[in-house]
């Protein structure tokens, strides 16, 4: 499970951090701990942030915990004030990579980085391949399970196929720029 955007953003705001650098998870750690006298793990607070890329389920104790750090009894009154409402603007800027034809060049900017990547079949599911990269630890040939790809929104690839090796990737900063090849 990762936090949606709107409850990562509650969790900033709260905790005056940004979440740029991997202390920033220890701190917030620390201040859920002394406002709630409950403990959360650093690492389940990385996978929660969308910062590590792990399918475990959440248990109750830790989204009550989190509730109540933000200031409600338990995680269902926290999801029960989030007021939602249906996006009906379609020119918000993503694609995703199941919907878009193979072959098709995909070129996103972030921070001072640019990658361009083709869609293809890999282990049977429509993912990216890197085709050029100018600043970024990603390289030409690396194969990314994304599920979309939004302006606004970091570029998270759950899982990163680089020859045998296999991993995972977030961008630090938020997609600026995306252009598809017609």
């Known amino acids: 499970m990762i936090f949606n955007n709107h ?3 509650l969790i900033k705001e709260k905790s005056g951090l940004c979440f ?5 998870y220890d701190v917030l750690c620390e201040q859920i701990f002394s406002s709630t006298n409950r403990s959360i793990g650093v690492n389940t607070i990385k996978r929660l942030m969308g910062y ?3 399918d475990r389920n959440t248990n109750d104790y830790t989204l009550n915990t989190i509730a109540i750090y933000l200031g409600f009894a338990t995680w269902n009154d926290l ?3 989030i007021r939602i409402d249906s996006e009906w603007r379609f020119d918000d800027q993503t694609v995703y990579v199941s919907d878009t034809p193979l072959g098709r060049r995909i070129t996103v900017n972030y921070l001072n980085r640019e990658v361009s990547f083709v869609v293809v079949i890999f282990k049977d599911t429509k993912m990216l391949r890197v085709e050029r990269v100018q600043n970024s630890s ?13 302006v606004g929104e970091p570029l998270i690839a759950k899982t990163v196929y680089r020859g045998e090796a296999i991993g995972n990737y977030k961008t630090n900063g938020e997609v600026k720029k995306l ?3 017609e």
Do not use: N, T
């Open 79 to 81: 999801c029960g004030s």
């Open 20 to 24: 740029d650098k991997a202390k920033d």
């Open 138 to 150: 990603l390289k030409e040939g690396d194969i990314l399970s994304i599920d979309h790809i939004k």
């Open 179 to 181: 252009f598809v090849e």
């Open 52 to 54: 590590i890329v792990d």
């Open 7 to 9: 409850i990562i953003e």
